[in-house]
Nanobody, 131 residues
Framework: QVRLVESGGGLAQPGGSLRLTCVAS????????MGWLRRAPGKEREIVSC????????????EYLDSVKGRFTISRNDAENTVYLEMNSLKPDDTGIYYC????????????????????WGQGTQVNVSS
């Protein structure tokens, strides 16, 4: 049974940092694309970042939403089935519920994004950026 549990959200001031953690169970993160998505108030859900590997579990590729490039970093510890999202230089526009997600396919982040193939989600963690 696939399960994704996020933590690490909270309140941060503009310019501050937060680190989100996603602990996965029921599958190996090494072989599946792992994404962070968010839903901001009044906006549609968007893919913030994704990390995927090839079929052998190596050659990790990453993608970022343009507005978070240079500020957010996705990383993974496949030995611990955990994915992180380091968020720096936070802005009020980063406010939202952040979800960890994965796909039952082994496609790369670009295919998962273009075909909307995320089909497992965590419960989400709230991030509020405000002074």
């Amino acid at each position: 049974q696939v399960r994704l549990v996020e933590s690490g959200g909270g309140l941060a001031q503009p310019g501050g940092s937060l680190r989100l953690t996603c602990v996965a169970s029921g599958f190996s993160t090494k072989y599946y694309p792992m994404g962070w998505l968010r839903r901001a108030p009044g906006k549609e859900r968007e893919i913030v970042s994704c990390s995927s590997s090839d079929t052998s579990g190596s050659d990790v590729a990453t993608e970022y939403l343009d507005s978070v490039k240079g500020r957010f970093t996705i990383s993974r510890n496949d030995a611990e089935n955990t994915v992180y999202l380091e968020m720096n230089s936070l802005k009020p526009d980063d406010t939202g519920i952040y979800y960890c997600a994965t796909s039952s396919t082994r496609y790369g982040c670009d295919v998962v994004r273009s075909r909307s193939l995320y089909d497992y989600w965590g419960q989400g963690t709230q991030v509020n950026v405000s002074s």
